[in-house]
Structures are given as structure tokens and as C-alpha cells.
């Protein structure tokens, strides 16, 4: 989902309204896309739903997304909701990505992740907000790990596609060892939940 806020109308700006969408975003990337290909591919969906931005969303998402995901009436569609807001520290190094994880039993969605700075430290928090008993913390970890370990490829190679991205990342997670929370179980020592 991509959350657009914007002032709908003149109206609106005047009034200092702010109006607020959430707009379908499913894209489909071929495994042998590059990744800048892939980038460009995202810009342009992103650019198309956010043309749609001032419209309702009641208006849209009921027919755009019953077409799309060929949903029954009173089905919806939930996926991972992502904000990633980039941080380039001065001196060259990849910055360091901390793990943080807030389990809300009455989130608004099942798992958002964010990537954000929240210190003057220069490191990325990588923050899961997820829904409890809906969402397993094993799984988490070992998206965390698989999430590092892609960054880290795309940093020493960008020009690979994103297939041999994703299998470079999947070797690299699997002997990754993370700090997370002492109540965050280890994917090694638990059964394989995914």
C-alpha cells in the first residue's frame, strides 16, 4: 500500500484539510530484472497511484482491488507495509541497522516496517510493528537477517538482477547472526516456521 497525504482541493489547502489514501501498490518484478530496472519500474506504479490520490479511496480500492486479486465480496487484501526513509552518513560507510520490535495486539495492519533514523547515532532503525498471535516473532527474525543480507548485496554488487540478489542474500542470512532482543527467538534453534 502506498499512504499518500495531500490536499485534495484548493478548498481543502485553504482550509488546511489534509486528505489521506491508502493506494493499492502489487507489483509483480521478474526475478531476471535489474535492480535499477526494478527501481524504475516501482517509480513508475508509485507515480501512477499517486495520480489517483485525489480520489477516495472507498471510490478505488473495492473494484481496483476485487479485479486485481480476484477477491470474493467482504475479502480483503492485507500485505507488508513498508516506510524506508534513507539516511547517508558523510563518511562513505553503509550505516549500521538496529533492530527494534513493537508486537501491538491492536495494530492496524499485520506487520508494518519501518527504516527510519530515530537518534542522531547515524544508524537505521529497522522497527516491526505487527500484530500478536498473527504474525510469528521467528519469521521476523529471519526476514531481518534476509533484509541485511540483501542491502549488503546490493551494496557490493547493484548491478545484478534481482534474482541472483535474492539467492546471494538467502546464503548470506543463513549464517548472519543478529542482536536482537533477548525475547526474539533464534530461527536457528526453532523449528523452520515459514
Known sequence: MNAVARRATLNQKRAGG???NAVPLHTVIPTETTLDDACDILFREQMDAYRRANVATAEILDDALRAKFHLKPCRGYVSV???FQPYFADGGDL???RFRRLPNGANTM?????????????DLWVNYEY???????????????????????????????????RDAARAGAAGMRIE?????????????AS
Open 110 to 122: 499485520p506487520l508494518y516496517v519501518s527504516i527510519m533514523p530515530l537518534d542522531q547515532s547515524g
Open 81 to 83: 507495509s513498508t516506510t
Open 18 to 20: 489534509t486528505m489521506v
Open 180 to 192: 536482537t532482543p533477548d525475547d526474539m527467538p533464534d530461527p536457528a534453534t526453532e523449528t523452520d
Open 131 to 165: 500484530i500478536v498471535g498473527y504474525v510469528d516473532p521467528v519469521n521476523i527474525r529471519k526476514f531481518h537477517r534476509f533484509l541485511l543480507a540483501f542491502l549488503a548485496e546490493i551494496d557490493h554488487d547493484p548491478d545484478r538482477t534481482i534474482g541472483e540478489l
Open 95 to 97: 550505516p549500521r541497522f
